[in-house]
């Protein structure tokens, strides 16, 4: 697993008009090749009447997936312009479909480059980007004495609050990255005059938005 990594905030849709063509960019995770052709067939069902609904997707740790479809276009004209914004933007687990609704105008190989990487590159930052980063959960159980304390120190220091469940004892439960780990144990244990139990739970990805 990554320790952080890029990706989009959300599925989400933004529509530019370019020489009154419509270029409609659809863009959504996809953590699998299976989930992104999926993403993109759907897009085609619902656009069947668009001239063109190009396509590309980045998939994995190491970008090992990578696909680029121009639907139609002069070859090279979208799809890959498409899958160069993502690389630039250094999105992972993403797939992208524009659809694009002729107005008339021919737009030219140049131009129509720009157009589709345009429409992702805008249709990105209409939707944003956040930065998944791994961290772990660490679950520490106190007495209900040192809880006003614990979660006064806590709530005021670096360490985010995942939630706390009551039960015979307060038990907290952290989100901690890994490099910090043992000195937040330490903490605790200076905290509580080390009466506390710290336990490692999952490991879990916090999403930052970024753009």
Do not use: W
């Not at 656009?47 to 396509?55: G, P, R």
């Not at 659809?99 to 720009?114: D, E, N, P, Q, S």
């Not at 043992?182 to 930052?208: H, M």
């Amino acid at each position: 697993m990554l320790s952080n990594y890029l990706t989009v905030k959300e599925n989400g849709e933004h529509e530019i008009v370019i020489e009154r063509s419509r270029f409609i960019a659809h863009i959504a995770r996809a953590a699998t090749e299976t989930e992104a052709n999926e993403f993109i067939q759907s897009i085609k069902k619902r656009h069947h009447s668009a001239n063109h609904n190009c396509s590309a997707y980045l998939i994995g740790e190491h970008d090992q997936i990578q696909k680029a479809n121009d639907d139609g276009e002069p070859g090279g004209t979208a799809g890959v312009p498409m899958l160069e914004v993502l690389k630039k933007r250094r999105l992972k687990d993403v797939v992208v479909v524009v659809t694009r609704y002729f107005g008339g105008i021919k737009l030219g190989a140049g131009g129509l480059i720009r157009a589709y990487g345009k429409s992702v590159s805008e249709g990105l930052n209409a939707i944003g980007v956040v930065e998944r980063k791994l961290m772990q959960t660490v679950h520490t159980k106190i007495d209900y004495t040192l809880l006003g304390k614990v979660e006064n120190e806590l709530r005021s220091s670096p360490y985010l609050i995942k939630e706390i469940n009551y039960q015979e004892q307060v038990e907290i439960i952290v989100y901690v990255a890994a490099e910090n780990l043992q000195i937040f144990k330490e903490y605790v244990i200076n905290l509580t005059n080390a009466n506390a139990t710290i336990e490692d739970g999952s490991l879990e990805y916090l999403e930052e938005k970024i753009l």
